[in-house]
């Protein structure tokens, strides 16, 4: 893996943290503080239930390094009828024109998931994505065991936008088409817990250009935390553990990240 230079004020990106979920909502300025003393400046923040869009757009005034997903999550698709889900969604991409739709996908690792449920799963993955191509924004996307499934869909209609595979686990093969359309891959603090072996097997064949930096806090703990609860301060602590991996500086492995960000970010910023 090649060195670029680094700034002395580089700041790492947190690309999937939900700092609306506790016990991170409720004492978040320490949480922000608490990252940015280990050198997290910013943060892309996904919503899981409808009702989220709400409470997450209210955070970005006071806290600008919040960069928004709207969206409905797979394990929560049943809360809301599509129709009013749609027009919550349509309501906040255009009045935040740098949001990016998500957290979306589909999630199939319930073996009693019922068909009523996998077809209302498929119905509104498929409507949200088509509205991130109506609104030229990015999307986040949350799979288990649906990896295909979803990259069919995906290319059945098109979308052109790129986005973000959260928390990727998958084979170099399986990431491949992702990435020649515009995905980049999050890699997060499953690279924490000491019988990763899938994920490690994966980085050898990756790129500098193909991951981005992630946490999935409060979710995804791991021993090495020492706390009950993840936080985008590990982010940090991601960032190293790759640094070891490619015999390269953390400072470097930030640039790699927030680069990758920036290159699937980039549609959303534009003028509307």
């Known amino acids: 893996m090649s060195k670029k230079p680094i700034t002395a004020d580089l700041r790492l990106i947190d690309s999937h943290c939900h700092l609306l979920d506790e016990p991170l909502f409720s004492k978040l300025p320490e949480v922000i503080q608490a990252a940015f003393v280990s050198g997290v400046g910013a943060f892309i923040v996904p919503c899981s239930h409808a009702h989220d869009m709400a409470v997450l757009a209210n955070l970005l005034t006071p806290y600008p ?14 809360e809301l009828a599509l129709d009013d889900a749609l027009a919550l969604l349509r309501q906040h991409l255009e009045a ?11 999630d199939w690792a319930d073996k009693h998931l019922s068909d009523a449920n996998r077809l209302l799963q498929q119905d509104f993955f498929a409507a949200q994505l088509q509205t991130a191509q109506q609104y030229q924004r990015p999307v986040i996307l949350h799979y288990r065991q649906s990896l295909d499934d979803m990259l069919a869909v995906v290319k059945t209609q098109q979308f052109q936008y790129g986005g973000f595979l959260h928390g990727y686990s998958g084979s170099i093969e399986q990431a491949r088409p992702w990435l020649q359309l515009g995905f980049k891959l999050g890699l997060g603090s499953v690279l924490l817990k000491p019988n990763a072996r899938k994920i490690y097997q994966l980085l050898p064949h990756l790129t500098s250009s193909d991951y981005v930096l992630e946490t999935d806090a409060p979710y995804m703990v791991s021993s090495a935390m020492n706390q009950a609860y993840n936080e985008p301060k590990f982010v940090r602590a991601v960032a190293e553990t790759l640094a070891d ?21 980039k549609p959303s910023c534009r003028e509307e």
């Open 65 to 78: 390094n919040i960069t928004p997903a709207f969206g409905v999550h797979p394990f929560y698709v049943h």
């Open 96 to 106: 935040y024109p740098q949001a990016l739709v998500g957290e979306i996908g589909l």
């Open 245 to 265: 991996f490619y015999q390269c500086a953390w400072q470097d492995i930030a640039a790699y990240s927030s680069a990758n960000v920036a290159s699937v970010l």
